[in-house]
């Protein structure tokens, strides 16, 4: 049975199936959720907890045998199977197999969680998985995208019977993106230091902090959208957390070829759409493909590949006739090309 985590609340107000799941990245977000089962299990009674941990020593003969013990003083039990990898391997992929085909609802003292992480795209095809999503309530809970943080944010401060404008939540999400953690903590921070009703744009800003964390590929989102302002603070982001200069210009390189080649099938008649699952370009990147072939030219993509056989050269110490500065500021250069909006393009290329 698959359920939103939006559901939860409602499905828990019932008494509680035999076997749950959640997966995600979002920390938070999962964090939260198996807080709720946690809470709702002690409340209908499962007063005693177990917790598994699957590494290379587990040995899955132990999770049999937490679900099927009986306590030592006969109360019920939760049975936390955690799995931070997602992969169980071959004999933990049988075992979780059998361990749902043998589920009776209503059979069993027990209640067993299961959490992982988000899982990719190949595995999410494992028969395991399968027997995850049809045997229990598999909860899978998607990442906040940076277009959906300052929604998300003003429903947490909602919840807190706080509010602010789109300058205040944008503000927010700025300074917390990548770190939904610290965007909760910023969150109760509001709380605590406002009454409830709506925040000024200077009482966010002089309260949140500067906490976002930048991911390396989600630069190349900001890339794709044309977010020069976001690109920017990426860049600058990144260098700023020391993050390898190396592995941000492979990035960049990867998504200026992956344009390239459907910028050379889409002029040869080829639909984007067929080349983006052919090439297994999903998500928020699939979405920013066709307006971004839209706005770059075949020469601009070509040129920018140049670059970044420049931008290589400079990381290694070596000099390059294309750009002026450091390293990191002709990768900026080069990020802002691809990003730069139609009409500046095609005055540069003039």
Same mark, same amino acid.
């Given at each position: 049975?698959?359920?939103r985590?939006?559901?939860?609340?409602?499905?828990?107000?019932?008494?509680l199936?035999?076997l749950?799941?959640?997966t995600s990245?979002?920390?938070l977000?999962?964090?939260?959720?198996?807080?709720?089962?946690?809470?709702?299990?002690?409340?209908?009674?499962?007063?005693?907890r177990?917790?598994?941990?699957?590494?290379?020593s587990f040995?899955?003969?132990a999770?049999l045998?937490?679900?099927?013990?009986?306590?030592?003083f006969g109360?019920?039990?939760?049975?936390?199977?955690?799995?931070?990898?997602?992969?169980?391997g071959k004999?933990?992929?049988?075992?979780?197999?059998?361990?749902?085909?043998?589920?009776r609802?209503?059979?069993?003292?027990?209640?067993?969680?299961v959490?992982?992480?988000?899982?990719?795209?190949?595995?999410?095809?494992?028969?395991?998985?399968a027997?995850?999503?049809?045997?229990s309530?598999?909860?899978d809970?998607p990442?906040?995208?940076?277009?959906?943080?300052?929604?998300?944010?003003?429903? +947490? !401060?909602? =919840?807190q019977?706080?509010?602010?404008?789109?300058? &205040?939540?944008?503000?927010?999400?700025? #300074? *917390?993106? @990548?770190?939904?953690?610290?965007?909760?903590?910023e969150?109760?921070?509001?709380?605590l230091?406002?009454?409830?009703?709506?925040?000024?744009?200077?009482?966010?800003?002089?309260?949140?902090?500067n906490?976002?964390?930048?991911?390396?590929?989600?630069?190349?989102?900001?890339?794709?959208?044309?977010?020069t302002?976001?690109?920017?603070r990426?860049?600058?982001g990144l260098k700023?957390?020391?993050?390898?200069?190396p592995?941000v210009?492979?990035?960049?390189?990867e998504?200026?070829?992956?344009?390239? +080649? !459907?910028? =050379?099938?889409?002029?040869?008649?080829?639909?984007? &759409?067929?080349?983006?699952?052919e090439? #297994? *370009?999903w @998500?928020?990147?699939e979405?920013?493909?066709?307006?971004a072939?839209?706005?770059?030219?075949l020469p601009?993509?070509?040129?920018?590949?140049?670059?970044a056989?420049?931008?290589?050269?400079?990381?290694?110490?070596l000099?390059?006739?294309?750009?002026?500065?450091?390293?990191?500021?002709?990768?900026?250069?080069?990020a802002l090309?691809?990003?730069?909006?139609?009409?500046?393009?095609?005055?540069?290329?003039?």
């Amino acid at each position: 049975m698959l359920l939103r985590v939006d559901a939860l609340e409602a499905h828990l107000a019932r008494p509680l199936g035999p076997l749950y799941t959640i997966t995600s990245d979002e920390h938070l977000l999962a964090q939260e959720a198996a807080d709720r089962i946690r809470r709702t299990a002690r409340a209908q009674g499962y007063s005693e907890r177990e917790v598994l941990t699957v590494d290379r020593s587990f040995r899955w003969s132990a999770l049999l045998s937490a679900t099927q013990e009986q306590s030592l003083f006969g109360d019920r039990k939760l049975v936390e199977l955690r799995m931070p990898t997602g992969k169980p391997g071959k004999e933990g992929g049988q075992a979780l197999q059998e361990f749902t085909r043998k589920i009776r609802p209503g059979e069993s003292d027990t209640i067993v969680l299961v959490t992982l992480p988000k899982l990719d795209w190949a595995t999410q095809k494992a028969a395991w998985v399968a027997a995850l999503q049809q045997g229990s309530v598999f909860i899978d809970i998607p990442r906040i995208e940076r277009a959906h943080l300052p929604a998300w944010i003003g429903n +947490r !401060l909602a =919840a807190q019977r706080q509010s602010a404008d789109k300058q &205040g939540l944008d503000f927010i999400a700025d #300074r *917390v993106e @990548g770190n939904l953690l610290a965007a909760h903590q910023e969150i109760q921070k509001l709380g605590l230091l406002h009454p409830e009703g709506k925040l000024s744009y200077e009482q966010i800003h002089d309260a949140v902090l500067n906490v976002a964390r930048y991911d390396v590929f989600k630069l190349n989102e900001a890339m794709l959208a044309g977010d020069t302002a976001r690109l920017v603070r990426m860049v600058e982001g990144l260098k700023g957390e020391g993050e390898a200069l190396p592995l941000v210009l492979w990035a960049v390189a990867e998504e200026i070829r992956m344009l390239l +080649r !459907l910028k =050379a099938g889409a002029m040869q008649g080829r639909p984007v &759409g067929a080349m983006l699952k052919e090439y #297994r *370009v999903w @998500g928020p990147r699939e979405r920013l493909m066709e307006p971004a072939l839209r706005r770059l030219e075949l020469p601009t993509l070509e040129r920018a590949l140049h670059e970044a056989a420049q931008v290589d050269r400079m990381i290694k110490g070596l000099r390059s006739k294309a750009f002026a500065g450091d390293a990191w500021d002709a990768m900026l250069q080069l990020a802002l090309h691809i990003a730069r909006p139609a009409s500046t393009l095609k005055r540069t290329e003039a």
